[in-house]
Structure formats: structure tokens, C-alpha cells
């Protein structure tokens, strides 16, 4: 298994989460990686991106409340969620960019009351 992703959960809207995505397997090497959701009847939608170098990149929904990241080893990609809101509910996925065809299984975020 290449992706990994985890930390999901139900969290109530202005609250916090933080995912993690372990990813293995040498094509990742050297390669930019991004966070993706995947709302109920959408399209699975680009959300944050980190280039190899550390550059980073966000969708306007979420400007200014996600922050990407990753680990020196670049093992484990991270994506903190702050200020959530009920329009972040979706099943979160962690790919390159561009994405490879296979997918991990995604960790669900539901914000609700």
C-alpha cells in the first residue's frame, strides 16, 4: 500500500484536525504531493499542494485555514485543518501532483454540529 491516509473524524464547525498521509514506494520520490476531497456527488477537487522543494499552494476555500506539509524523510505528508466549516466534509485523499491513478482509502472529515 503506497497512501495512507488517517486522522480524520467528526469535528464540530471552528474546530481542528490534522491528516496524515504515510506514503511509500520510490515514485514519490522527488515528486510534488497534494491533498484532495471528495465530497458526497462531487468531483474529487484539489485542496493543497507541496512541491518538492516546500512550496505550497491552496484552493481559495481554504486559503488561510489549511496548512500542507511534510517531513524531512518526505515519508508522511500533513494537512492542518483549522476553522472548519460544514463545506468541509469529504473524504480526504493524499496523491502526487500530478496524481497516479491509484488512490489510498481516504480518511472521512465530517463538520457538523
Known amino acids: 500500500v503506497e497512501l495512507v491516509e488517517s486522522g480524520g473524524g467528526l469535528v464540530q464547525p471552528g474546530g481542528s484536525l490534522r491528516l496524515s498521509c504515510e506514503v511509500s514506494g520510490s515514485k514519490f520520490s522527488n515528486k510534488a504531493m497534494a491533498w484532495y476531497r471528495q465530497a458526497p456527488g462531487k468531483q474529487r477537487d484539489l485542496v493543497a499542494r507541496i512541491s518538492n522543494g516546500g512550496s505550497t499552494g491552496y484552493a481559495d476555500s481554504v486559503k488561510g485555514r489549511f496548512t500542507i506539509s511534510r517531513d524531512g524523510a518526505k515519508t508522511t505528508v500533513y494537512l492542518q485543518m483549522n476553522s472548519l466549516k460544514p463545506e468541509d466534509t469529504a473524504v480526504y485523499y493524499c496523491?502526487?501532483?500530478?496524481?497516479?491513478?491509484?488512490w489510498g482509502q481516504g480518511t472521512q472529515v465530517t463538520v457538523s454540529p
Open positions: 496523491n502526487a501532483l500530478p496524481a497516479y491513478p491509484t
